[in-house]
């Protein structure tokens, strides 16, 4: 079975409307990937058993998974590896959405997700290695 036919049956194991939260931020995070010039081509697989989608090219960004939040903060969230500055530097450019320490941020299925702050979000995360060379280079 192929990595993304992996990821798509989880997303399909979860009840409504956690499935449908989860479907529109994988649909969310491909067209980003693809719009992205630096992001590169995505894998998309299972990391922690959790849909997770990383850059095939080295260095480029970070990886990013979904899943239901198990918090009381949302009802699905989207992580990224704590050691970087992602959240961080989302909380200070969305102040108004809901973060779980410094890997998470959560949306809550009652609300409309919010998409432009997404997209931009995972823009940042699918080249954040590459941003962060360019950073060091000046």
Not at 8 to 27: A, H, M, N
Not at 83 to 103: A, I, K, M, N, Y
Request: with cysteine.
């Amino acid at each position: 079975m192929n990595k993304a036919r992996q990821t798509l049956d989880l997303i399909g194991s979860y009840p409504e409307p956690v499935r449908g939260g989860l479907r529109r931020l994988r649909e969310i995070i491909l067209e980003t990937a693809a719009s992205t010039e630096d992001a590169g081509t995505l894998e998309e697989t299972l990391k922690w058993g959790q849909p997770s989608f990383v850059s095939v090219k080295p260095r480029t960004g970070t990886t990013i998974r979904i899943d239901r939040d198990k918090t009381d903060a949302g009802d699905v969230a989207l992580f990224v590896n704590c050691q970087t500055s992602l959240v961080s530097d989302w909380r200070t450019l969305f102040p108004h959405l809901r973060f779980g320490g410094d890997r998470s941020v959560h949306f809550s299925l009652g609300e409309d997700l919010p998409e432009n702050e997404i997209r931009h979000m995972v823009a940042m995360a699918l080249t954040y290695h590459t941003r962060k060379s360019a950073r060091k280079a000046r």
